[in-house]
C-alpha cells in the first residue's frame, strides 16, 4: 500500500512538471545555445505569418510558435524539426534554430487542420 501511494505521488509531480516547464527547444542548434534573436510567428487555418523568414548564415533564432485557432504542426523537413502547435490560449511551440547553411529550408504544417492544409507552407532563407 505505502508502495503504491509512493507511486501515484510520483506520477502526479511527474505530470504536474510536465504541465508547468516551458516548451522544449527542438530542432538544430538545441542544447544550450542562445538565440541570437526571437522570431514569433502566427498558425491559422491555411498559413503562418510570417512566411518567409530571412536569416543570416549562422544566426542562431527561437521560433515561437503559436496558434490563432486549433493545433497545427510545424516541421522544417532538413533540420529534423516537426513540433505541434497547441491550439488558441494553449501555450506555443519554441524552436531553436541554427542557420548553418546558405539555402532555402520549406517549412509546413505537419498535423492535418482541414480543407486548405496543403496549402500551409512557409520557408526558412539562409544567406
Not at 504536474?16 to 514569433?40: H, M
Not at 523568414?53 to 515561437?64: D, F, M, P
Not at 522544417?76 to 539555402?103: C, M, S, T, Y
Not at 480543407?115 to 532563407?125: D, L, P
Amino acid at each position: 500500500m505505502i508502495y503504491k501511494r509512493q507511486t501515484i505521488s510520483l506520477l502526479l509531480l511527474i505530470s504536474f512538471c510536465l504541465l508547468v516547464l516551458p516548451s522544449a527547444e527542438v530542432g538544430a542548434g538545441a542544447g544550450g545555445e542562445k538565440a541570437d534573436r526571437v522570431i514569433n510567428v502566427v498558425a491559422e487555418r491555411f498559413s503562418f505569418v510570417p512566411s518567409v523568414i530571412h536569416l543570416k548564415q549562422g544566426e542562431v533564432v527561437e521560433l515561437r510558435i503559436r496558434s490563432l485557432d486549433t493545433n497545427h504542426g510545424f516541421r522544417i523537413r532538413e533540420a529534423g524539426v516537426n513540433v505541434i502547435v497547441p491550439k488558441r490560449g494553449r501555450g506555443d511551440a519554441r524552436i531553436l534554430f541554427r542557420a548553418q547553411e546558405k539555402g532555402v529550408f520549406p517549412f509546413d504544417c505537419s498535423k492535418a487542420c482541414g480543407a486548405g492544409h496543403t496549402i500551409m507552407r512557409g520557408r526558412i532563407v539562409v544567406k
